[in-house]
């Protein structure tokens, strides 16, 4: 099971830094992803970090948002700063089962399992 917090309302220009934390399941042998969720849109992918530690985004957070992760802590994070108003909607975390190497995949909601309950963003302008 994925826990997914840190959410909350921030001003535009803001930062916020979401956990997901994993209970019953050891993540460090496993790529994990962040999406995104605005209403009425689809499940949008943000960020994915390898079982060793690399890192793929979407183009729209490059450069404003990082992906890390814990494995002692079995933790894996986003922090996300200069928020803009469409960053906007419940982030979720899941882990990947697709082909790291392939960069399609890594984007495809269908390749990832796990999901958590997500965590709300608001940014607000």
């Known amino acids: 099971q994925l826990q997914a917090s840190g959410g909350g309302l921030v001003p535009a220009g803001g930062s916020l830094r979401l956990s997901c934390a994993a209970s019953?399941?050891?993540?460090?042998?496993?790529?994990m992803g962040w999406f995104r969720q605005a209403p009425g849109k689809e499940r949008e992918f943000v960020a994915t970090?390898?079982?060793?530690?690399?890192?793929y985004y979407a183009d729209s957070v490059k450069d404003r948002f990082t992906i890390s992760r814990d494995n002692v802590k079995n933790t894996v994070y986003l922090q996300m700063n200069i928020l803009k108003p469409e960053d906007t909607g419940v982030y979720y975390c899941?882990?990947?089962?697709?082909?790291?190497?392939?960069?399609?995949?890594?984007?495809?909601?269908?390749?990832?399992?796990?999901w958590g309950q997500g965590t709300q963003v608001t940014v607000s302008s």
């Open positions: 899941a882990v990947f089962f697709g082909d790291w190497y392939n960069l399609q995949a890594r984007k495809t909601p269908n390749k990832y399992k796990y």
């Open positions: 019953g399941r050891t993540l460090s042998s496993y790529a």
């Open positions: 970090i390898s079982w060793s530690g690399g890192t």
